[in-house]
């Protein structure tokens, strides 16, 4: 371990802006914004009610729980890319180590010191929080690591991610701010509506992810609904997963949840459908960019819905 951080050390101090620039697309930035948009957003929720919510301990239980969850990102991340490294060559040579910006070392390096911080610093920070980093870290860990894999299969790839993006990072999030900020240990109404909204929302993404990858997947025995499917199937099954996002949450806010300001969650949603059928016309499925461009729009109104919900819910 001393040889491999003393290399990525001289490389940091040779050349440091080259570095860290490495190290952001190593982090897969669309995945590092999400986390941040999430651990903001349930912050926000949880804190919504809560009177003197502006207080200094507060405001630190938020940025530790920040660099926690984005080092707990940094290792998934990475380690998908140190076992995919042909794949990427293929799929994604612009990555670090594709393009031989980072060894391997390095990259080991990396994940290995940020997955210790991510658990040290969620086990200082509170029970909740340690649940819900490590339970993160095991599966990406069983998502991407031989013998197990999971990415492998289309369901178990799926699976792992809308778990750990739909289920335990909102859930054990909304229940480590509750538990500090308030000392309750209750999920909302709130919450367990944007829970239900990203874990679908997630299946469109999980589905959707492979369509741009489907050259080196296949030459690498990567089986993915793409290939089971073929990219229209795959398309339009990932539109209308997020309709269905759209439409539940309109129908949730036309019912009224509590502590949530109904005529906003309908009309923000409302908006945000109509962009994305106006969008999904555009795409040509013949054209890899093209296909890739929607990949990040979808993320984007992924992105989007950590700062409309919560904004319904300080609007109430």
Known sequence: MRQISSTTTKNLLQNPISWLHSLWK?????????????VLALYIIAIANLENSVKLENLWQLLG?????????????GLNQLEDVAIDEINKPH????????????????????GILAL?????????????????????????LTPIRLKRFPFWAALCIFTVRGVIVNLGLFLHFRKT????????????VLTLFILVFTVAIAIFKDVPDMEGDKQYNITTFTLLLGKQAVFNLARWV????????????????????????????GGLLILLWWRSWEVD??????????????????????????????LQ
């Open 181 to 192: 900020l308030q000392g309750q240990e209750s999920i909302l109404p709130s919450v367990w």
């Open 26 to 38: 190593f982090s897969r930035p669309h995945t590092i914004i999400g986390t941040s948009l999430s």
């Open 120 to 144: 040290v610093l969620a086990g200082f920070l509170g029970s909740w929080l340690l649940v819900t980093v490590s339970i993160s870290l095991v599966i990406g860990t069983a998502y991407s």
């Open 285 to 314: 499925l013949e054209n890899k960019n093209a296909i890739a461009q929607f990949y990040q729009f979808i993320w984007k109104l992924f992105f989007l819905e950590y700062l409309f919900f919560p904004a319904a819910c300080i």
């Open 65 to 77: 729980t920040w660099i926690a969850c984005l080092c707990g990102n940094i290792y998934i991340v």
């Open 242 to 269: 997020i309709t269905l996002c759209y439409l539940g949450t309109i129908l949730a806010g036309i019912g009224r949840i509590p502590g949530v300001n109904s005529g906003f969650l309908v009309l923000s949603h």
């Open 95 to 114: 990555l670090p180590i594709a393009a031989g910006e980072f060894s391997r070392k390095q990259g080991q390096s990396i994940i290995g010191i940020t």
